[in-house]
C-alpha cells in the first residue's frame, strides 16, 4: 500500500470496523511503525498522539482486536482495518466507542423484528393483528406461514410479479412471527447458513 502519511505528521486515520456485524467499533491513528507490528503480530496496533508511542489495542486489559483485512481510501491517507474483537472496545467497557452494542443490523429488518417483539411482549394490551396472532398461540401462527407459503408457489407459477413480491413479502413477514414464537430470531437463521457456506 502506497500510503500518504504527509498530512497529519506521519500519521493516518484508521477506522476499525468489526468484520461479522460491520459495526464501526473505534478511530485510532497509525504511523508505519504501528502498521508494520499490526501486520507481524495480526493484532491491530496503534500510535498513541498522548503517550507518543506504540499501543497494541487490549495490551493491558487483553480485549485486543484481532486483523482480518486493511484497505486504503481513495486519497492514499485514510485505513479501514476489519478486525475480530475480543471483548469490548472501549476504554470505558462499551462494545464500540459511540456506547452502541456491537450486534446485527440488518436495517429494515431489524426494526421489523423489534416491532414484532414489542407487540408480543405486549400482547395483552395490543389490539394489532401481530399481537392477535400471538395471542391465537404457535399453531395459528405456524398455519399462517403455510398459507403463505402455499400463496407464493401459486404466485410463483404465474406472471404477475407484483402479487408473487406481495405474497413473498406476506410470507417473511409471518415467518419473522413464527420466529418470534419459538424464541429466535433472523440471526439465529444467518449463523446456520453461515456455518453451512464454510462446509
Given at each position: 500500500m502506497n500510503i500518504d502519511y504527509t498530512k497529519n505528521n506521519g500519521l493516518v486515520p484508521a477506522i476499525i470496523q468489526d468484520e461479522?456485524?460491520?459495526?464501526?467499533?473505534?478511530?485510532?491513528?497509525?504511523?508505519?511503525?504501528?502498521?508494520?507490528?499490526?501486520?507481524?503480530?495480526?493484532?491491530?496496533?496503534?500510535?498513541?498522539?498522548?503517550?507518543?508511542?506504540?499501543?497494541?489495542?487490549?495490551?493491558?486489559?487483553?480485549?485486543?482486536?484481532?486483523?482480518?483485512?486493511?484497505?486504503?481510501?481513495?486519497?492514499?491517507d485514510t485505513l479501514l482495518i476489519k478486525v475480530t474483537p475480543e471483548g469490548p472496545t472501549c476504554h470505558k467497557g462499551s462494545d464500540?466507542?459511540?456506547?452502541?452494542?456491537?450486534?446485527?443490523?440488518?436495517?429494515?429488518?431489524?426494526?421489523?423484528?423489534?416491532?414484532?417483539?414489542?407487540?408480543?411482549?405486549?400482547?395483552?394490551?395490543?389490539?394489532?393483528?401481530?399481537?392477535?396472532?400471538?395471542?391465537?398461540?404457535?399453531?395459528?401462527?405456524?398455519?399462517?406461514?403455510?398459507?403463505?407459503?402455499?400463496?407464493?408457489?401459486?404466485?410463483?407459477?404465474?406472471?404477475?410479479?407484483?402479487?408473487?413480491?406481495?405474497?413473498?413479502?406476506?410470507?417473511?413477514?409471518?415467518?419473522?412471527?413464527?420466529?418470534?414464537?419459538?424464541?429466535?430470531?433472523?440471526?439465529?437463521?444467518?449463523?446456520?447458513?453461515?456455518?453451512?457456506?464454510?462446509?
Amino acid at each position: 500500500m502506497n500510503i500518504d502519511y504527509t498530512k497529519n505528521n506521519g500519521l493516518v486515520p484508521a477506522i476499525i470496523q468489526d468484520e461479522t456485524t460491520h459495526k464501526v467499533l473505534m478511530l485510532g491513528y497509525m504511523n508505519q511503525e504501528a502498521l508494520n507490528k499490526t501486520l507481524e503480530t495480526q493484532l491491530v496496533t496503534f500510535f498513541s498522539r498522548t503517550k507518543q508511542r506504540l499501543w497494541t489495542k487490549g495490551e493491558e486489559s487483553g480485549h485486543v482486536l484481532k486483523l482480518v483485512s486493511i484497505k486504503l481510501d481513495c486519497d492514499s491517507d485514510t485505513l479501514l482495518i476489519k478486525v475480530t474483537p475480543e471483548g469490548p472496545t472501549c476504554h470505558k467497557g462499551s462494545d464500540t466507542c459511540w456506547n452502541e452494542d456491537n450486534i446485527r443490523d440488518y436495517g429494515f429488518l431489524t426494526t421489523l423484528e423489534t416491532i414484532i417483539a414489542d407487540r408480543k411482549n405486549n400482547a395483552a394490551e395490543d389490539t394489532s393483528y401481530v399481537a392477535s396472532l400471538f395471542a391465537k398461540g404457535i399453531n395459528k401462527i405456524a398455519q399462517k406461514v403455510g398459507e403463505e407459503a402455499v400463496e407464493v408457489v401459486i404466485e410463483a407459477k404465474d406472471s404477475n410479479d407484483d402479487l408473487f413480491l406481495n405474497e413473498s413479502a406476506d410470507l417473511l413477514f409471518h415467518y419473522l412471527i413464527l420466529l418470534q414464537a419459538k424464541g429466535f430470531e433472523i440471526n439465529d437463521i444467518i449463523k446456520i447458513l453461515e456455518q453451512r457456506a464454510v462446509k
